[in-house]
């Protein structure tokens, strides 16, 4: 058995197009004063620091090396450190590069920190087109909105969603962003607004889109032992893990379905002892790029029936308010830093659970679940916390 | 560490100037078959796959996208070190350790078929290095500058290397450059960077490099000849060359100073058997030797001189021939840690170093970052 881990500490910034009243060490230092400040711990206390970033985003190579003073402070240097990336799923790997850090024993006390500069990035489409393969599929486009608009199109085929449903998503992230002092995106609509709004790859819409945000954000994991002396209540790491999809996109020909979200699901529910997630799960931070993957991602993980997704939107199921409520941040559709997202809804959802999400926090809750997907919707990654030790 | 980790099977492509005839994935694949076939275990057995490589040198967003499911990874739990190879390895074994997986695909891969001057050039600042032309081998060169000028080492010391490595890859068929120069053709090939000359510098070579780890009781069933991971160390250098003392290697000796007290070693050159040491250029293989603790500052060049690293010494050092002679853009680590497996598995052919029971395997996460600045030490033994 591993040993048990738990978050500690968590430090946000303010994100927006193009933070550039900060350098990218000024950026990054931010978030990890705000992570160790919250755990009340100096940089001398940190072991190890896992990065996560997406360095074609940042028109960088390797920014953690630029950051490396930020990360471990004046007087900490000559740490380990080790550099993460996995594309959007970047921050959800670099919380199981923390988590697998202290797991293995080698280490008590590990830094987590994620950037992204999206606001110097000329065109991110473009740059994620050199993700897929230079013969066969980069040439129609391929990127993340592209994907996400055959997604939309086929679960619109198959099971009936409509142009309504996406904008009901739209409006509820956005409702519950305003409640998020660290979002980009910090303004209201209304369905009709929604629905009025330009086409960007069809069937999807201003609305339906995340913007491109400049932001970081840092975790603190920590071993057994160290954990109840750095947090009053930590959010222990119930379980874990990460799945990867085949590369080209013909071979995974099911949108109207995220098959391989559903599978990583199964594996973690069984791991951390879930038998009915919607029952059990007090709160999501779900990573919706796009406001159709938010309903494929509750049908996935086992929130309803494949095909009924729109129908937790509808009922409001998953607002504040709701039985289960999905991204009380407003979620990666209000603020995407895309490297560090992932980090962020790992960041949120412990926040739920150590009772400190201010505003957007949902009350009582006990267990909470992170997600992340990245690589032209290829990997997933996901990490169950919980109020109490496993 | 909680649990025993070790290395089971070890995969290698020929390394070459370019593999026309081969995409990325199919590369990596070969390396990938090699090492499962070396462990006669089927792809269905590995249960997570660590990647590495740094996507702006590569061209190519995500590269992760296509290494994973070329080494076995479909739909299983997978991650990309944005680093050399070694520290890869070094994720893996962490995942190993903490008992949440029985064996593990560590995959590493080399294209760079152009220049990376510039890709390294955006590592840096936009503010202050960038216009200076700061790049990997610029600042390599202000490291082995620095080095040279204060403690008074030859280039025809350093050449020396160059000419031991260069001889050792002519037994080693896997090597990109299998021919051997001597310190004169050294010190009389083009500058590239002062002191650098082109012969100081390591090639660019095109392939891939694959190890399958294991860990508990899975080992025993595999195989009985494995290389048991004693001690891994790992660290990182501050960013600003400025303020920095260029002629010693600090995140090296961190490294270091883990794994030697993991692997309880007190006197590595009694203890170690062989090397393999990241000589990213001519005078940093000097310089590692220093930082591992085998030589006084300064110190480097005699140890070479003494013969105490070249074939037959008591501490070989890069019986493959290294870095300088087969360049994998991030692979050069772990293929230090590949040809440390073999070495002490017996299994290193034409370069074996006999009875080599303890290996040492230092990689640097060369590529992306000012200098030598991240340093990853591994310790395997064959007990």
């Known amino acids: 058995m591993p040993r048990r881990v738990a978050i500690v500490g968590v430090g946000l910034t303010r994100c927006s197009s193009w933070r550039r009243d900060v350098s990218y060490p000024e950026l990054v230092y931010e978030a990890v004063s705000a992570a160790l400040q919250d755990c009340d711990i100096g940089p001398d206390a940190v072991d190890a620091v896992v990065y996560g970033s997406m360095d074609p985003f940042d028109g960088l190579n390797a920014p953690e090396r630029w950051c490396v003073d930020a990360c471990a402070s004046a007087g900490a240097l000559n740490k380990p450190l080790l550099k993460i990336s996995t594309g959007g799923t970047t921050g959800g790997s670099a919380a199981l590069g923390g988590y697998y850090h202290v797991a293995s024993g080698m280490f008590d006390v590990v830094l987590v920190v994620c950037s992204q500069r999206v606001g110097e990035t000329l065109d991110a489409q473009r740059v994620l087109n050199t993700a897929v393969d230079p013969v066969y599929e980069r040439g129609f486009g391929a990127g993340a909105i592209t994907v996400a608009a055959i997604q939309a199109t086929s679960h619109m085929h198959y099971y009936g969603t409509t142009e309504e449903d996406l904008a009901m998503v739209a409006v509820q992230n956005h409702e519950n962003s305003s409640n998020n002092p660290y979002a980009h995106l910090r303004f209201k609509f209304t369905v009709e607004d929604a629905l009025n709004s330009r086409m960007l790859s069809t069937p999807l819409r201003l609305s339906d889109c995340c913007p491109s945000s400049d932001g970081a954000c840092a975790v603190i994991f920590a071993s057994e032992e160290k954990a109840p002396k750095l947090a009053k209540h930590p959010a222990w790491v119930r379980a874990c893990g990460q799945i990867t999809d085949n590369y080209f996109m013909g071979d995974r020909p099911w949108a109207e379905d995220w098959d391989s979200l559903a599978i990583l699901a199964r594996r973690i529910y069984r791991l951390a002892k879930i038998d009915n997630p919607r029952r059990e799960i007090d709160v999501a931070e779900l990573y919706q790029a796009f406001t159709i993957q938010q309903i494929l991602e509750y049908e996935a993980l086992g929130f309803c029936q494949k095909g009924e997704g729109a129908k937790l939107i509808r009922d409001g199921t998953t607002s504040m308010q709701g039985e289960l409520p999905v991204d009380p941040s407003g979620g990666v559709l209000c603020n995407n830093p895309i490297g560090a997202s992932g980090l962020i809804r790992v960041a949120e959802a412990a926040l739920q659970v150590m009772g400190k999400a201010e505003q957007r926090q949902v009350p009582n809750v006990k267990t909470a679940l992170a997600h992340a997907w990245g690589a032209t919707i290829g990997f997933h990654t996901l990490m169950v916390l919980d109020k109490q030790a496993p | ?383």
């Open chain 2, 1 to 383: 560490m909680v649990g025993r980790v070790a290395v089971v099977g070890v995969g290698q492509t020929y390394h070459e100037e370019a593999k026309s005839s081969q995409s990325y994935y199919d590369v990596a694949f070969e390396a990938a078959t090699k090492a499962l076939e070396d462990a006669a275990l089927d792809k269905g057995e590995i249960d997570t796959v660590i990647a590495s490589g740094w996507d702006v040198a590569d061209g190519r967003t995500i590269s992760d996208m296509y290494l994973v499911p070329a080494a076995s990874g479909y739909l299983k739990d997978s991650a990309k070190a944005a680093e050399d190879g070694v520290l890869a390895f070094a994720y893996a074994c962490m995942r190993l350790a903490a008992g949440a997986f029985d064996t593990a695909l560590v995959i590493a891969h080399g294209h760079t078929e152009h220049p990376p001057e510039l890709v390294s050039n955006v590592v840096f600042d936009p503010f202050f290095f960038r216009p200076m032309g700061a790049s990997t081998i610029t600042t390599l060169a202000l490291q082995a500058c620095a080095y040279a000028d204060k403690y008074g080492v030859t280039p025809e010391q350093a050449a020396a290397v160059v000419a031991k490595n260069r001889r050792n890859a002519v037994d080693n068929p896997y090597a990109h450059l299998r021919s051997p120069v001597s310190v004169e053709d050294v010190v009389r090939s083009p500058p590239v960077a002062w002191p650098l000359r082109a012969l100081d510098c390591p090639p660019r070579s095109v392939g891939a490099v694959a190890l399958v780890l294991a860990t508990g009781e899975r080992i025993r069933r595999i195989r009985s000849d494995v290389a048991w991971l004693r001690g891994i160390g790992w660290a990182v250098d501050g960013y600003e060359l400025g303020a920095a003392d260029l002629w010693r290697l600090p995140s090296l000796a961190a490294a270091t100073a883990r794994a030697y007290a993991a692997a309880s070693i007190k006197n590595p050159l009694d203890e170690l058997d062989v090397a393999e040491v990241h000589d990213i250029t001519s005078y940093h293989e000097l310089m590692a030797y220093e930082a591992l603790g085998w030589a006084q500052p300064g110190g480097g060049a005699r140890l070479l001189e003494e013969g105490v690293t070249g074939r037959g010494g008591k501490l070989p050092v890069n019986p493959s021939g290294g870095v300088l002679s087969t360049n994998l853009h991030a692979g050069s680590g772990l293929l230090r840690v590949a040809e440390a497996v073999l070495q002490v598995t017996g299994r290193a052919g034409a370069h074996q170093v006999e009875g080599a029971r303890m290996a040492l395997a230092h990689g640097v996460s060369a590529a992306a970052g000012p200098a030598a600045a991240g340093n990853c030490v591994v310790v395997l033994g064959r007990d």
